[in-house]
C-alpha cells in the first residue's frame, strides 16, 4: 500500500465516525439544442458550465448535440439549458442496433445523425395467443367442400 492508498484508509477511517455522505457518481448527460451560430455554441457552453458539478461540456454544433460531464442531475442540465431559450430536449438517438426494429415510422428519422435511429420502446403490438383448435375444426383439408361455417 502506497502513500496515497494510506491517505485514502486514514480518510475513510476518520470519516466513518463522522456523518457519511452519499457520494455522486459522474454522470454523462446529452442534450440536443438548436444553435446556429458560434455564439449561440458560446452562451450555452457558458450556461452550463455554470451549473454546479459540472466538469466537462462539449459542444458539436454540426449535429446539434451537447454533452455535459460531471457530477450532475439530468434534470437541473436540462433546466438550465432551457433558461437559453434555445430548443433543447434530451438527446433522443442511438445507435440502430440497440433497437428491434429500427426501421419503423416511430424510430426511422431522416435527421439523425449516420448509424443513429430514435430511442422508442418495444414497437410491436401483437400478442401471443394459443392456437384455438375451433378454427381448425371449421376447415378440413381432407374435405374442403364440408366447410361448418355454410
Not at 8 to 29: A, F, H, R
Not at 85 to 107: D, I
Not at 124 to 140: G, I, L, Q, R
Request: proline share 5%; charged share 30%; with cysteine.
Amino acid at each position: 500500500m502506497g502513500v496515497q492508498g494510506t491517505l485514502e484508509y486514514l480518510s475513510d477511517l476518520l470519516s466513518s465516525t463522522t456523518k457519511k455522505k452519499k457520494k455522486k457518481q459522474i454522470q454523462t448527460v446529452s442534450l440536443k439544442i438548436r444553435m446556429d451560430c458560434d455564439g449561440c455554441v458560446r452562451k450555452v457552453k457558458h450556461v452550463l458550465s455554470g451549473v454546479k458539478g459540472v466538469k466537462k461540456v462539449d459542444v458539436d454544433m454540426k449535429q446539434q448535440k451537447v454533452t455535459v460531464s460531471g457530477y450532475v442531475e439530468p434534470k437541473k442540465v436540462l433546466k438550465a439549458a432551457q433558461s437559453t431559450k434555445k430548443k433543447v430536449e434530451l438527446w433522443p438517438y442511438v445507435p440502430y442496433t440497440m433497437v428491434a426494429h429500427p426501421y419503423v415510422s416511430q424510430a426511422y428519422d431522416k435527421k439523425a445523425p449516420p448509424n443513429m435511429v430514435r430511442k422508442v420502446g418495444d414497437t410491436s403490438n401483437t400478442k401471443e395467443t394459443t392456437f384455438d383448435d375451433s378454427y381448425a375444426e371449421m376447415f378440413s383439408d381432407e374435405n374442403p367442400n364440408a366447410c361448418s361455417i355454410m
